[in-house]
């Protein structure tokens, strides 16, 4: 059974530039959350969908968006890149419509804005 | 607001002995769950444990175990018999309201 996939691994671009990331979850799983990861600020939560509904949302600017699509495959977006957007950007997925009882992640995509 | 503290930014010690991180939470939830998560180098996050709530009985997989304690609202993660390969970061989080909220981790160095 495959992971969760994440692409691309690796990503530089220039500030004002914008970014899509994508996130393929574990087959038959439903939900997807999305974690940005820095040295400051440690772990901190973007998004989760479900079935295509966006259920929660973390306290970042708007220039943060996602979505989800039929397949369950999401994707983010920043826009208007600054340079305090670089870090390592986490997917997970899991199957529960609820509870979570163990959530899987991929390898990150590590954003580099300069 | 819901906050998870790990308390031990860095931790080191000697292969084969055993390693207690610590990790205190708040919530006002009544059932919930807790996860310690591991990030090796590869950035990989893997699972290592879960507590749910509702459950007295401590986890325990393997040579992994925690100490939950549920009025104190700690969470501490035993690791048994330590290996080289348990050199990573060790997180801990709580699930709530469709996300995980995490502790700032700990940097655990195990030395041959």
């Known amino acids: 059974k495959a992971g969760v996939t994440q692409t691309p691994r690796y990503l530089i671009k220039t500030r004002g530039q914008q970014v899509t990331l994508s996130c393929s979850p574990i087959s038959g799983h439903r939900s997807v959350s999305w974690y940005q990861q820095t040295p400051g600020q440690g772990l901190q939560f973007l998004f989760e969908?479900?079935?295509?509904?966006?259920?929660n949302k973390g306290n970042f600017p708007g220039r943060f968006s996602g979505r989800q699509f039929s397949n369950s495959r999401s994707e983010m977006n920043v826009s208007t890149l600054e340079l305090g957007d670089s870090a390592l950007y986490l997917c997970?997925?899991?199957?529960?419509?609820?509870?979570?009882?163990?959530?899987?992640f991929g390898q990150g995509t590590r954003l580099t804005v300069v | 607001a819901q906050t998870v503290t790990q308390s031990q930014p860095e931790m080191s010690v000697q292969e084969a002995e055993t390693v207690t991180l610590s990790c205190t939470y708040d919530?006002?939830?009544?059932?919930?769950?807790l996860f310690w998560y591991k990030q090796p180098p590869s950035r990989q996050m893997i699972l290592v444990i879960r507590?749910?709530?509702?459950k007295q009985q401590n986890a325990t997989e393997n040579r992994f175990s925690v100490n939950f304690q549920k009025a104190a609202k700690s969470f501490s993660l035993k690791i048994s018999d330590s290996q080289l390969g348990d050199t990573a970061m060790y997180f801990c989080?709580?699930?709530?309201?469709?996300?995980?909220?995490w502790g700032a981790g700990t940097k655990l160095i195990i030395k041959p």
């Open positions: 997970a997925s899991s199957w529960s419509p609820g509870e979570l009882t163990e959530a899987f």
């Open positions: 969908y479900f079935s295509e509904t966006q259920r």
């Open positions: 989080a709580h699930y709530s309201n469709y996300q995980l909220i």
């Open positions: 507590q749910e709530a509702y």
């Open positions: 919530t006002s939830e009544n059932n919930y769950y």
